[in-house]
């Protein structure tokens, strides 16, 4: 079994990179600036869904969130993401990559 050492790092360099990418997240958390209106919501929605890897978005203008469902195995960048939502007016103010579903962060925005 003299060949598992030498993998060792390379497992371990692997794991790091995977963890760093967020591909273990579920969904993006956004906090953005410029949520006014439903007309807004309708457009991230529709300009996240043409995005490979994302299954479902949830806005809440009242708590200035955009929620991204990721597929599994699946990550859209934070670079793509906030480009996104820039482009289209908005100020990203914060991504966060979270463990929790997509259902979980609607049912905390509509508890506040």
Known sequence: MSFIKPLAPLALALAAMLASTGLDARSLRVEVNGLVCAFCADGIRAAFARQPGVSEV??????????????????????????????????????????????????????D
């Open 58 to 111: 949830f806005v809440s203008l009242e708590d200035r969130l955009v929620a991204i469902a990721l597929e599994p195995g699946q990550d859209i960048s934070d670079e793509t993401t906030k480009k996104l939502l820039t482009d289209a007016g908005y100020t990203v103010v914060r991504v966060e990559r979270t463990e929790a579903t997509l259902a979980e962060i609607r049912a905390e925005a509509e508890r």
